[in-house]
C-alpha cells in the first residue's frame, strides 16, 4: 500500500519548485502527447495534473469540448484553474473517488505509479472511456532510478505489459532510458526534494549513511566529472477489449 499521507504532503512541498526541476515529466508529457493516435476529443479527463506540465502541452496540440481532472491534492485546483479556467477538478484520491461519466480521452503523466494498485486503477479508468475512448498515460518501468533502488529501498509500481495485453487492445507501448547528469550525488537527493519524487519512503539521512551514499554513488555512477541517474518512462496507450 501507498503512504498516500506522505505523497500529499511530499507533492504540496515541491509545488513552488516542481516546474523549474520536473525536465523529466516535461519531456514525457510531449512525448505522450505525441503519441495520440487522434488530435481531436469530445471529453478529456486527466488525472495527477499537479501544475499543468502536461495540461499546457495539451491544449497546444489537441481540441477538446471539455475537461475534466484530477489530484489528491487540492492545491491542483490554482494551477489548472490558469490554463483551463472552466475545467472542471475533483479532488481526491484516483483509486478512492467516484466518477460519474465517461470519457473520450483519459489521460496521466507521472502519477499512476503512485497508486496502491495500478491494475485496478487501469481497470476502474477504462470503464470510464465512451466506446472508442482511449487511456493514455506514462509511467516508469524497471529500470528507472536502479542506481539509488539500494540506497532509498525504493519499490515503483511497474507495469506487465504482458498482463496488459491479455485485457486490453495495446495501441502503443514505448520504454526508453534517459540518462540525466548532476554535479554530485547530493544534487541528486536534492532533485527528488524539488519534484516531489522522494515521497515513496520516509527515508532519514543520518550524516554517516549520505557520506556513504555520496562514496559509493561517486565510485560507481560517474562519467567524466558528473554522476548520472537513469529514468526509465513507459508510455502504453489502450482502449478495453
Ligand atoms: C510526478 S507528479 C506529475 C504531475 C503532472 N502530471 C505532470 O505532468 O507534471 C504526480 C502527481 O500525481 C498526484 N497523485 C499521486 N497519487 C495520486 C492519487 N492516488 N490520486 C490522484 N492524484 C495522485 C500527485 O499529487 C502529483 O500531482
Known amino acids: 500500500m501507498k503512504n498516500k499521507s506522505l505523497i500529499k504532503k511530499r507533492f504540496s512541498k515541491s ?23 487522434e488530435t481531436s476529443y ?13 495540461t499546457k502541452e495539451l491544449i497546444k496540440k489537441i481540441k ?45 503523466n507521472a502519477s499512476l505509479q503512485w497508486c496502491s494498485d495500478i491494475y485496478k486503477t487501469i481497470s476502474k479508468l477504462t470503464e470510464h472511456l465512451n ?35 491479455e485485457k486490453y487492445n495495446l495501441i502503443n507501448y514505448i520504454s526508453e532510458e534517459i540518462k540525466i547528469y548532476f554535479d554530485n550525488p547530493v544534487d541528486i537527493i536534492k532533485h527528488f526534494k524539488l519534484t516531489g519524487v522522494n515521497a515513496l519512503k520516509e527515508v532519514s539521512l543520518t550524516k554517516s549513511r549520505l557520506k556513504e551514499f555520496e562514496e559509493e554513488y561517486g565510485k560507481k555512477y560517474s562519467q567524466g566529472d558528473k554522476v548520472y541517474l537513469t529514468y526509465n518512462p513507459v508510455y502504453i496507450i489502450l482502449y478495453s477489449k
Open 131 to 165: 466506446e472508442g475512448g482511449i487511456l493514455a498515460f506514462s509511467i516508469f518501468g524497471s529500470k528507472n532510478l536502479k542506481e539509488i533502488k539500494r540506497f532509498f529501498d525504493i519499490d515503483n509500481q511497474y507495469v506487465d505489459i504482458e498482463r496488459l495485453k
Open 42 to 54: 469530445e471529453k478529456v479527463f486527466e488525472t495527477g495534473a499537479l501544475t499543468g506540465i502536461l
Open 64 to 108: 477538446f469540448n471539455s475537461y475534466t481532472y484530477n489530484d489528491i491534492i487540492p492545491e491542483a485546483k490554482f494551477y489548472i484553474d490558469k490554463i483551463i479556467p472552466e475545467a472542471e477538478f475533483f479532488e481526491g484520491d484516483i483509486e478512492e473517488i467516484s466518477l460519474s461519466e465517461k470519457f473520450n480521452l483519459i489521460i496521466s
Open 15 to 37: 509545488l513552488k519548485t516542481y516546474d523549474d526541476n520536473a525536465f523529466i515529466q516535461k519531456q514525457t508529457a510531449e512525448k505522450l502527447i505525441s503519441l495520440l493516435p
